[in-house]
């Protein structure tokens, strides 16, 4: 049996997840800026990463995440960023996380699934597990009186 995963947050959670993130399929899906005007200060897989940080550390807004980026050394390095002292500003991870888009998830999520998926054996009978974001939300329609 594989040993339980780190607590949520910590520098051995992140080093653990970190090559999981699939850098080279994402920058390829939304490739950077390259139109005239200034170079693109990010690459995508490092917009990505800030964005898993968001769910993987206690600092559940992109306003706390900018914030706390320069003093964390473990969440610099998992999201690659080389400079301490130049992040990305919240509204930059706003913008990039509105280009993502769900089809964009959909398809990482795609991407990390397809070794697992090709690992079962075929004859092997598999369950499907609904996740609560799959079934609509609880509204006054649906509440009896």
């Known amino acids: 049996m594989n040993p339980p995963l780190p607590a949520t947050g910590t520098a051995a959670l992140l080093a653990q ?24 200060g990010w690459s995508s897989a490092q917009l990505f990463r800030l964005l898993l940080l968001g769910l993987l550390t206690p600092a559940h ?58 690992g079962l054996a075929p004859e092997r009978k598999t369950v499907a597990l609904l996740d609560s974001t799959d079934l609509p939300a609880a509204t006054s329609s649906y509440k009896k009186s």
């Open 17 to 40: 997840l970190s090559d999981f993130v699939p850098d080279d399929f994402i920058n390829g899906l939304l490739p950077s800026h390259r139109g005239q005007g200034r170079r693109a």
């Open 61 to 118: 807004s992109f306003n706390l995440l900018v914030e706390l980026l320069p003093e964390q050394r473990a969440w610099r390095r998992f999201a690659r960023l080389p400079n301490h002292r130049r992040v990305p500003t919240a509204s930059i991870l706003h913008e990039f996380r509105h280009r993502l888009g769900v089809g964009a998830l959909r398809r990482i999520n795609g991407h990390l699934l397809l070794p697992l998926l090709e």
